[in-house]
């Protein structure tokens, strides 16, 4: 079946974890481009501060404020979208947090929490999501992870979580194609995005957690996302970095887990200490209703890769040119017996 979406004026589109940083920068820009949206999140606060920031300037929100890992919050979604909208034509599941430490560190509640977010909060929108768009057609987008392809130190159970819904992602986009549902299943794959994403997190370090480089704006991944929206779309990764890093993966895993484990330990830690009554948002919400996690470093507002993916003429030729590249990286860093000449020539390649 050929999937046909609407143009985005003439959507509605439900966005869960829009009170922040990706969920927050895609809610304002479906609303600027003429999409009506229904935004949810656990906070209450920041979260109807952004719907009457909207509708104050000519866009159509409402939000439901509830937990996308217990199912009756995730069915109230739709059910508003539904009173309010008379439907909805895109779920966009993009809710999620984190832990960062060793995995053995992690308690048994804290990782079956996070999978409730992360996992099983895909889960609820996908299956609520697809009941209603099986009679009307449209997309749902999950919002995976680079993370989904490779898996890195000190956020293990992030990564289990991000496989996951790639697994659940790609078998229930099968299932819907042999049963000729009008719906388009596509799964983004962000690299590491400037978000509040580090102080959201749960943190078992002695130190701050903070982005490895290549960072990107959390714009791309909204644009990417909407862009899903209008254009039926498999999966999309958002920042060529990332892309690079999961090609290397596919192409030379072994020599890519050297690669990880030389710069993603240090990386991924600040020299700042960790505060003590740090808070998190693992269990309930913190402060929220900033776009931008403030990464010290440069911050990539543009990604050729990402653009030129949208252009399928475009993407083959550019993905064998990233072969090509990851190729080279390896055999440069197998020539060179310096560990942290290793992490450098890699670094450098993966800007």
């Not at 049963?179 to 400037?194: G, H, M, N, Q, W």
């Not at 860093?333 to 450098?348: F, G, I, P, Q, T």
Request: hydrophobic content about 40%.
């Amino acid at each position: 079946m050929t999937i046909k979406l609407k143009k985005l004026s003439d959507q509605v589109i439900v966005i869960t974890g829009a009170s922040s940083g990706i969920g927050l920068v895609t809610a304002r820009l479906a609303a600027k481009r003429g999409a009506r949206v229904v935004l949810n999140a656990r906070n209450e606060e920041a979260l109807r501060q952004v719907t009457a920031e909207i509708n104050m300037q000519g866009g159509e929100a409402i939000d439901v404020v509830g937990d996308v890992g217990k199912f009756e919050d995730v069915k109230k979604i739709a059910d508003e979208a539904i009173r309010h909208f008379g439907g909805f034509d895109t779920w966009v599941n993009n809710a999620g947090v984190s832990i960062y430490g060793p995995v053995l560190d992690q308690s048994l509640d804290d990782h079956r929490q996070l999978f409730e977010t992360n996992y099983w909060g895909v889960v609820h929108g996908s299956i609520i999501a697809c009941d209603h768009l099986r009679n009307r057609g449209g997309a749902l987008i999950n919002v995976g992870s680079v993370l989904s392809d490779v898996a890195i130190p000190l956020q293990g159970t992030y990564c289990a979580t991000k496989h996951a819904i790639r697994g659940y992602t790609d078998a229930l986009r099968l299932e819907l194609e042999e049963e000729d549902a009008p719906i388009s299943v596509t799964l983004i794959k962000p690299s590491t995005i400037d978000t509040p994403y580090t102080r959201h997190a749960k943190n078992l370090m002695p130190v701050e957690p903070q982005n490895p480089p290549p960072v990107y704006a959390p714009d791309l991944v909204a644009e990417a996302i909407l862009h899903c929206a209008e254009h039926p779309e498999r999966d999309l990764y958002v920042g060529g970095g990332g892309k690079v890093l999961a090609e290397a993966n596919h192409v030379a895993p072994r020599l890519t887990d050297k690669m990880i484990e030389a710069m993603m330990f240090d990386a991924q830690q600040s020299d700042r200490p960790k505060p003590p009554a740090r808070q998190d948002s693992l269990y309930a919400p913190i402060e929220d209703g900033e776009e931008r996690g403030n990464y010290p470093g440069h911050v990539a507002e543009t990604s050729v890769y990402t653009k030129a993916s949208k252009h399928p003429l475009i993407t083959g030729s550019l993905i064998a040119g990233l072969g090509l590249a990851v190729l080279a990286a390896w055999r440069s860093v197998s020539a060179n017996h310096s560990e942290l000449a290793r992490s450098k020539v890699l670094l450098d390649r993966l800007r």
